[in-house]
């Protein structure tokens, strides 16, 4: 049984850092691209950044150059905007959807983890 559980979330000011993490578990996740996503409310659920196996990384454009992606699956955000706030997910995929931080190039999803930044 596939598990992701994210850990990291929280409050944070503007201009300020947190650093996300996921769990894996249930498969050998290094074979797989693992992304993070984020879900607004009202808002649909948008890739944020992605990490394939061999180490390549994907960002969004509007975190590009404040988030980073780490190959032990952490999301390292710095520079927070209200515009950040969201529940952020991590993902397990696999293929060119998952490189290109499309949703459906994700199987295996956590449960989220609350951003909050004013």
């Known amino acids: 049984h596939v598990q992701l559980v994210e850990s990291g979330g929280g409050a944070v000011q503007i201009g300020g850092s947190l650093r996300l993490s996921c769990a894996v578990s249930g498969y050998t996740y290094r074979t797989y691209c693992m992304g993070w996503f984020r879900q607004a409310l009202g808002k649909e659920r948008e890739g944020v950044a992605a990490?394939?196996s061999d180490g390549t990384t994907s960002y969004a454009a509007s975190v590009k150059g404040r988030f980073t992606i780490s190959p032990d699956k952490s999301l390292q955000m710095d520079n927070l905007k209200p515009e950040d706030s969201a529940m952020y997910y991590c993902?397990?995929?696999?293929?060119?959807?998952?490189?290109?931080?499309?949703?459906?190039?994700?199987?295996?999803w956590g449960q989220g983890t609350q951003v909050t930044v004013s």
């Open positions: 990490i394939d």
């Open positions: 993902a397990a995929g696999r293929g060119v959807d998952a490189h290109l931080l499309r949703p459906s190039g994700y199987g295996y």
